[in-house]
């Protein structure tokens, strides 16, 4: 660790990094569960020389790499994180490109977009396709590695091509046939950070994408908890079926361990009461999944992503 923050420190010194950099950042701070130890060194690039110099610095150091979004589906260990946390919320931007007319646009979206202000620059610019994603929180970056979807709408279906740089810092851009996109998950994997990506949308009326916005916004608003510290959908709905009713028809709903609460409100979601940790999360997930496969025989996967010290 301290070797560590040396070469990183001496990358930040010698001006080869630009951007924030903290020592034993408590995660908490940086997931909507606000639960998580803390990370050895997080670190915020600015740009993309920023990012591999950093990276190659872990690299030469063998020191590990995890990638945060807006941590708004991540569940990290209460000993938190060994190595190097990168956050790409310096990396902002969504431009028109060229190939756009004016049947159809195509957008370039940068990773640390947070997908409410994509949806607000789409909407504005009469932009249509993603008005179901309304309320999901997050990064744009977050949300084309969970391939991120709701009411029937993925992040697949409005991709071209993603930007990724791999562990070398070398930049590829992978287009959309090249990636296996399937159910809250694509096969770009944890040796690759998505830098941006290009999406499809139609041109259509700026009051009409509105209105369907709100709908979608309303829906999910009535039907899922979106006011109380959570990942979202702790399990992946299986073929067929919805995780949350599996869940409820097992009778673990408003089932408590510690401070974490499976939501009453809607079965997939488990609430952080206040103290909660990453301890009783886990604890928690392991006895509904018990009730869930014992009740009706389903085995239910882990949509969240678990990750840190000793998991
Ligand atoms: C209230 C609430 C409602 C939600 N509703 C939905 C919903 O309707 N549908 C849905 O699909 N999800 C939903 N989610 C889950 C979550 O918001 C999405 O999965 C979101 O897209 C995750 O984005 P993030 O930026 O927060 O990613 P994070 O949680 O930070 O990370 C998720 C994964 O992506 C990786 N990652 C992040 N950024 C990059 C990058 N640039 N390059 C490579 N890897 C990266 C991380 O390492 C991690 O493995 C909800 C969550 C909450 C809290």
Redesign the pocket.
């Known amino acids: 660790m301290r070797v560590m923050d040396k070469e990183l420190k001496g990358i930040f010194e010698k001006g080869l990094f630009k951007g924030e950099m903290k020592f034993d950042e408590l995660m908490s701070e940086h997931?909507?569960?606000r639960i998580g130890g803390p990370a050895e060194v997080l670190v915020f690039p600015e740009d993309p020389v920023s990012l591999r110099n950093v990276l190659r610095a872990a690299k030469k150091e063998n020191i590990p790499v995890?990638?945060?979004?807006?941590?708004?589906?991540?569940l990290v260990s209460d000993k938190g994180i060994e190595g190097v946390v990168i956050s790409?919320k310096a990396f902002r931007g969504i431009e028109f490109t060229r190939e756009s007319n004016d049947r159809e646009a195509v957008l370039y979206v940068a990773?640390?977009v947070p997908?409410a202000v994509l949806l607000s620059f789409a909407q504005k610019n009469g932009c249509a396709g993603i008005e179901a994603?309304a309320?999901?929180?997050?990064?744009?970056?977050?949300?084309?590695?969970?391939?991120?979807?709701?009411f029937g709408t993925?992040?697949k279906d409005v991709l071209v091509s993603v930007a990724?740089m791999d562990m070398n810092g070398k930049i590829s851009i992978l287009e959309k046939d090249k990636l296996n996109f399937s159910y809250?998950s694509s096969n770009?994997s944890?040796g690759?950070?998505?830098?941006s990506a290009n999406i499809l949308l139609k041109r259509d009326n700026p009051d009409d994408i509105s209105r369907r916005m709100k709908d979608f916004l309303n829906k999910?608003r009535n039907t899922?908890?979106?006011g109380e510290p959570?990942?979202?959908?702790v399990f992946k709905n299986p073929e067929g079926d919805a995780a949350g009713r599996l869940i409820d028809a097992a009778g673990c709903k408003g089932m408590k361990n510690g401070d974490v609460e499976v939501s009453a409100a809607h079965a997939n979601?488990f609430i952080n009461k206040g103290n909660a940790t990453c301890r009783d999360f886990i604890a928690l997930m392991e006895t509904v999944k018990a009730k869930v496969k014992e009740h009706s025989g389903v085995a239910l996967e882990p949509?969240?992503?678990i990750?840190g010290k000793g998991i």
């Open positions: 997931t909507s569960l995890a990638m945060l979004g807006g941590g708004t589906n991540l790409l990773a640390g997908l994603l309320g999901i929180p997050g990064y744009f970056g977050g949300a084309v590695f969970m391939n991120a979807g709701s993925e992040i990724v809250r770009i944890d690759l950070i998505i830098l999910k899922q908890p979106l959570s990942a979202g959908c979601y949509e969240i992503k990750i």
